[in-house]
Nanobody
Framework: QVQLVESGGGLVQAGGSLRLSCQAS???????MGWFRQAPGRERDFVAA????????PYPDSVKGRFTISRDNAKDTVYLQMNSLKPEDTAVYYC??????????????????WGRGTQVTVSS
């Protein structure tokens, strides 16, 4: 079992950057990891995923070329670098861990552990 805590959110102007961090209480080397986001009144959407060995899943078109997921297993931390932020990126961002044996997962149904989220607000 692992507990996840996100940090790094905040208020940023459009075009700016943020780096989110997800610190785990236990070892993450046995988990594939993901980032999701949820805007008010909307579903929790996939943003990025990374395998145990560091290979990333294809990004959705909404963030492709702007967001990058990475992990440091030695620090039990996963990152989401977000560049060229847009107002439509405003959401609560959640980190998640999957113990399943696949490479990575795009569906939130494959993730067993979730953080409480960090708010990202992008002003126009």
């Amino acid at each position: 079992q692992v507990q996840l805590v996100e940090s790094g959110g905040g208020l940023v102007q459009a075009g700016g950057s943020l780096r989110l961090s997800c610190q785990a209480s236990g070892r993450i080397s046995g988990y594939s990891m993901g980032w999701f986001r949820q805007a008010p009144g909307r579903e929790r959407d996939f943003v990025a995923a990374i395998s145990r060995m560091g290979g990333s899943a294809p990004y959705p078109d909404s963030v492709k070329g702007r967001f990058t997921i990475s992990r440091d297993n030695a620090k039990d931390t996963v990152y989401l670098q977000m560049n060229s932020l847009k107002p439509e990126d405003t959401a609560v961002y959640y980190c998640a861990a999957s113990p399943e044996r696949g490479t990575y997962y795009l569906s939130r149904n494959n993730y067993s552990y979730w953080g409480r989220g960090t708010q990202v607000t992008v002003s126009s």
